[in-house]
């Protein structure tokens, strides 16, 4: 038994019938090169032989009662693994689009909470004979580092290596706890919490000084919650997704780093920046002023053990309102540069700290109603689009002999937040999944697009002279 962070409990809290909080990774392999062909029970063989290097997938949520402390996960005593694995083939005559419809629609469901929080889909039917696997797990269980961590515990780099090593142990399932079990845990977290607390209030206040003092100096500044500018993706949510999925050249993005002088993410959030201008402007809706991304960072240090959920927030400015890309890349990485700063500068656990102390009813009673009274639809965006970069493998990942192709990512959107673009690197491109609601972003497919443009149009701004 294992009690959930507040920070890996606050999406439970968070999650609405129309908030999704689950992930998608989409992994598409090339199954000709498998020892001994491929099939569907081949597959089913395969994960169950991995099972114990992904310990989410056996693990399912018991809430405490009265809500004295977060959840806990327990080894589910039920797990059935056949309950989380789906087969589908998809009509090879359209199957890019039907790849990204189903995706959407998987995305559109939420996960039963009696189980363990993922379900993956075999997808068959892609051209070339290839096969997709689209897993969906909660943000409670997995951030994008811990999944990116899980699918090297999965893939391997050696192609000829087949089998997984075994476990250093049986895996055992486990009673679920009794109410009297329960309670007295979550009397203890409570108290622990209330000891904790003078320090916690300490280390706030001298982190809101620090701030203060950083706000006062010339140095780059980031961008401000709730200071963007309202899009019409800036809503209220349905339970509907929509996906979209494009690949961008690796060195080519490269290329504009170099000539820019800038980070690798300061030139996916100016791709985003110029693909949201083109996407805004033929709307009519151009703002006059900045967007702001928040970027989620991992909080992650060096021997810290892996937790489901170690992430941060930068925010970012995204100028859309200016038409020349130099100028666009340039406030990028003053933005960058000073939301670097600031994180740095801060206490990078406080709001996680904070977290612990979330009272899960109230708050969660509290998020459904303002999702349930479509309140987005009202107020300011506290930011307008969450964009993150995951770096991923340069060499080429294998499974069972198969080969990783291409791998992509579908992050959560939020009430009044209603888009999300996550970029995965592997080999020698960067996999975009974009995704949103229909009635927010009617052409997602053509606002991913977009990004290809984006990308022409810095590499012809670095090749002009000053």
Request: aromatic share 6%; charged share 20%; net charge neutral.
């Amino acid at each position: 038994m294992e009690r959930l962070t507040g920070q890996d409990a606050s999406f439970l809290y968070n999650e609405t019938p129309t908030q999704h909080l689950h992930t998608l990774k989409i992994a598409v392999v090339d199954p000709s090169t498998m020892p001994g062909g491929y099939s569907f029970a081949r597959v089913r063989a395969e994960l169950e032989q991995r099972l114990h290097l992904l310990p989410p997938f056996r693990r399912r949520i018991v809430t405490v009662p009265l809500q004295l402390s977060h959840p806990v996960w327990i080894e589910d005593p039920d797990f059935v693994l056949d309950r989380h694995l789906k087969h589908v083939t998809l009509d090879r005559s359209r199957e890019g689009a039907a790849l990204d419809g189903l995706i959407s629609r998987i995305a559109s469901q939420p996960l039963d909470r009696g189980r363990p929080l993922w379900e993956v889909w075999v997808v068959e039917g892609l051209e070339h004979d290839r096969v997709a696997f689209v897993a969906k797990i909660h943000h409670c269980a997995a951030d994008g580092v811990m999944a990116a961590e899980l699918l090297t515990q999965v893939f391997e780099f050696d192609r000829d290596r087949v089998a997984p090593p075994p476990p250093e142990r049986p895996w055992l399932r486990e009673p679920v706890p009794t109410r009297a079990q329960m309670l007295l845990l979550g009397l203890r977290d409570s108290a622990r919490r209330i000891v904790d607390l003078p320090a916690l209030l300490l280390r706030t206040m001298r982190a809101l000084w620090k701030l203060v003092q950083y706000r006062r100096t010339d140095e780059p500044q980031p961008a401000t919650p709730f200071a963007g500018a309202k899009t019409s993706f800036n809503g209220a949510l349905s339970a509907d997704r929509t996906f979209a999925a494009t690949a961008i050249s690796l060195s080519r993005v490269k290329a504009v780093k170099s000539s820019f002088g800038v980070t690798m993410n300061d030139v996916i959030l100016a791709l985003c920046a110029g693909a949201l201008r083109s996407y805004l402007e033929d709307r009519g809706e151009l703002p006059s002023k900045p967007l702001v991304a928040g970027v989620p960072i991992s909080t992650r240090t060096e021997g810290m053990p892996l937790r489901a959920n170690s992430v941060s927030n930068l925010f970012v400015s995204l100028p859309v309102h200016l038409g020349v890309p130099e100028a666009r890349i340039a406030a990028i990485h003053e933005s960058t540069k000073g939301a670097k700063q600031v994180h740095n500068l801060l206490d990078a656990d406080l709001l996680a700290d904070w977290s612990e102390f979330t009272p899960g009813h109230p708050y969660g009673a509290l998020v459904r109603w303002y999702s349930r009274k479509n309140l987005a639809d009202t107020g300011p965006p506290p930011i307008n689009v969450i964009i993150s970069n995951v770096p991923g493998p340069r060499e080429p990942l294998y499974i069972a002999g198969a080969e990783l192709t291409a791998i992509y990512s579908m992050g959560p959107i939020l009430e009044g937040v209603g888009l999300n673009v996550t970029v995965w690197s592997y080999r020698d491109d960067l996999f975009v999944g974009a995704v949103s609601c229909p009635q927010l972003v009617p052409d997602l497919a053509g606002l991913v697009a977009r990004l290809d443009d984006a990308l022409a149009e810095l590499e012809k701004a670095a090749k002009s002279p000053p």
